[in-house]
């Protein structure tokens, strides 16, 4: 499950996970429209898988030549009451007007997590999602002007 040298989870970690589609691979070809995951926001087309992964072939995109607002989402059910996490690999080189995991529906408002600008992939992480209704949504938000964030390798687990 996890890599000798980097220390870093291989995909046989994705068998813990309750993400449908947590590489964005299903498909098996770049699409606007992921298997098992919901478009929102005012820009859907600013929503797209395409190459260049964290790991894997695909990863998800929000980009558009323009400003753009849109959000991925994908609503989980059947959990048992508890406290979960949820965490995905995040590349996120430019300043955006917002950039945010977030995780909603579980039984009480809405946690975000803000992503910070960084070259390369970071994993960005919420913890603490107390479960009380059986479910949670969890996504990615992003307003922005022409540039990009891409997200793979999602997890959302019980603590």
């Known amino acids: ?11 046989a970690i994705d068998a813990f996970s309750l993400v449908k589609n947590p590489g964005f691979e299903v498909d098996n070809a770049a699409t606007q429209t992921p298997v098992s995951w919901t478009t929102g926001g005012a820009n859907p087309e600013a929503n797209y898988s395409e190459t260049t992964a964290h790991s894997g072939a695909y990863r998800l995109t929000h980009y558009k030549n323009a400003a753009y607002t849109v959000s991925t989402s994908q609503t989980i059910t059947g959990l048992p009451n508890g406290t979960y996490t949820f965490q ?3 590349i996120s080189p430019y300043t955006m007007t917002t950039n945010k995991l977030f995780a909603k529906d579980f039984g009480a408002g809405q946690i975000d997590a803000n992503i910070t600008v960084a070259a390369g992939w970071q994993k960005v992480r919420i913890t603490g999602i107390n479960v009380t209704n059986g479910q949670c949504t969890i996504g990615f938000y992003t307003s922005g002007n022409a540039k990009y964030c891409s997200f793979d390798d999602v997890e959302f687990y019980k603590q």
Do not use: G
């Not at 499950?1 to 995909?11: D, R």
């Open 88 to 90: 995905a690999w995040v």
């Open 1 to 11: 499950m996890f890599n000798a040298t980097s220390k870093s989870p291989t995909l």
